[in-house]
């Protein structure tokens, strides 16, 4: 039989308070819901007393958001934990999350206090909160550099003023696993009524060490994992709801189940990315661009052969189609065979001789090779594929002219063209892309990276469009960045435009 671990979400407080990746009251209900669909079980919506945006955020997901517990964060203050308990007030479940700085750091410098004084005013806190709710998480800040006996005695202490949830962050990412695991061990075995509440872990990833500290929390009895979508938060970031998930998912001799409908990370995570303009690493593990996509000949041959030899996650799992071969001038006959077959061209074994030869010779000179690539080596006209092509691209702009761009299209097969001004050449241009095309799209993440060091480099854009409240993913590369722009967003647009 295994264990449940409760999902404890805190993209929305821990994730949010990244400087950039602020949202709006409507955007974190949009996030909540896809949370609540996503399967956690308690949601963090935000900490009430920082602002009043952050207040009505918080009544806004209690009132949307039904399944998940609502948890709000507050300080050991009376009046942090009264805007915890206002803000809450619609919330179907609800729970608060209040606590203090346990270290000897924190209270010697941040509260100039001492030992005595920090665990009177932690059990303080509990007994007021536990009058206003049922459920009383209580975190022990920066627990990780906390000295284990004392952290007993402090959560011993307000476990039985009435806390129903102790969570043990590691605030600095400071811990090592085994120390991490330790702690946890040495809390389940010297505190009284540690088994009458469920334990929890909070890991920072300062040192690449979240995840594996989370795991290894739970090895020793936590129960509760807080996480973040894209793993998102403080500095490093805080450990990643996907990859806790999946690895529970793929490693059943753990013993460990959680209620995530792994099939909708994916989305959550390209979501959660977007809205809050926080472009996810390429080779993140379980949702970067790169983790299902294969560049070497020897691995995609394998690839092909049975999925199993270079991946360990099935890409459907997380509610990807299926891994992405990605055609360089590595690649051998099976790999483009096998993108042939997904655009449903079949060659005898001459044309694939033929194609494959120019493919080779294509792949020298360009580092992405596209399914329109591919169409015309086939000698097919990539029109039948992808609606929109761009056909000319013209921009003028420097210091003391006002910028230019005039744009032409095949859409269809029709020739358009547009000329704008715009705020810059990328703005120009694309405005040109949105007057041919006249629909409502709106970029919602552009990503520039750079292939090499160097001026001369491929550029690589990604873009996420939003088009009739749906996201689009575009991508395109180029030497010239203002042309992989637009390549990117025609690239989205692609996608719906019929
Ligand atoms: O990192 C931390 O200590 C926290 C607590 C508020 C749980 O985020
Ligand atoms: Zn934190």
């Known amino acids: 039989m295994s264990e449940r671990i409760y999902i404890f979400d805190t993209t929305l407080r821990d994730g949010e308070q990244v400087q950039g990746c602020q949202l709006n009251s409507v955007e974190k209900v949009q996030v909540a819901k896809a949370l609540e669909e996503l399967g956690v079980d308690i949601i963090e919506a935000g900490f009430p007393i920082s602002s009043p945006e952050d207040f ?8 949307a958001v039904t399944e998940p517990v609502i948890c709000a964060l507050a300080r050991a203050i009376p009046e942090d934990i009264d805007a915890a308990a206002e803000s809450l007030k619609y ?10 700085g346990t270290s000897d750091f924190h209270i010697k410098y941040k509260f100039c206090s001492n030992r005595e004084e920090i665990l009177e005013r932690a059990v303080k806190a509990t007994r007021y909160a536990r009058n206003l709710f049922d459920e009383v998480q209580f975190y022990c800040e920066d627990a990780g550099r906390t000295d284990n006996e004392y952290l007993a005695r402090v959560i011993e202490a307000v476990i039985k003023a009435g806390a129903t949830v102790i969570n043990i962050p590691d605030t600095t990412g400071f811990c090592l696993p085994s120390e991490f695991g330790n702690k946890i061990r040495y809390l389940k075995e010297h505190v009284d009524g540690i088994d009458n509440v469920i334990l929890s872990v909070h890991c920072h990833n300062d040192h690449g060490l979240a995840t594996a500290n989370t795991l290894q929390g739970m090895m020793y009895g936590a129960r509760q994992a807080d996480v973040t979508v894209n793993g998102i938060g403080e500095r490093a970031g805080n450990t990643a709801l996907e990859e806790i998930a999946m690895i529970l998912k793929g490693r059943n001799e753990l013993g460990f189940t959680t209620g995530i409908d792994t099939t909708r990370i994916y989305h959550t995570s390209r979501m959660v990315s977007s809205l809050m303009n926080m472009p996810v690493q390429p080779n993140k593990a379980i949702v970067g661009r790169n983790a ?14 049975m999925r199993e030899t270079y991946e360990v996650i099935d890409p459907k799992d997380i509610g990807l189609g299926e891994n992405s071969i990605t055609l360089t001038a590595r690649s051998g006959h099976a ?5 042939l077959a997904a655009l449903n061209i079949e060659l005898t074994k001459e044309e694939l001789d033929l194609a494959y030869s120019k493919f080779l010779r294509l792949a ?28 000319f691209l013209r921009v003028v702009s420097g210091t003391g002219v006002q910028t230019r761009a005039h744009v032409r299209l095949s859409v269809h097969g029709k020739c358009r063209s547009a000329i704008s001004l715009g705020n810059g050449p990328v703005d120009a241009a694309i405005k040109c892309v949105k007057i041919i095309l006249g629909q409502k799209m709106m970029i ?3 990503f520039i990276q750079a292939m090499d060091k160097g001026c001369d480099d491929i550029g690589k854009v990604h873009i996420q469009v939003e088009y009739d409240g749906n996201q689009y993913y575009g991508f395109a590369a180029d030497t010239d960045i203002v042309k992989a722009t637009v390549l990117a967003f025609i690239n989205a647009a692609n996608r719906f435009i019929e």
């Open 56 to 63: 009505k955020s918080v009544v806004s997901i209690s009132q």
């Open 91 to 100: 919330a179907k479940r609800k729970r608060i999350q209040t606590g203090i």
């Open 292 to 305: 299902f996509s294969h560049s070497s000949g020897i691995h995609q041959d394998g690839i092909i052969k």
């Open 335 to 339: 790999a483009l065979k096998y993108r």
């Open 364 to 391: 020298d000179v360009k580092m992405d090779i596209t399914d329109d690539d591919i169409l015309q080596i086939c000698g097919i006209n990539p029109v039948n594929i992808n609606p929109i092509q761009l056909v």
């Open 444 to 446: 919602r993440a552009f």
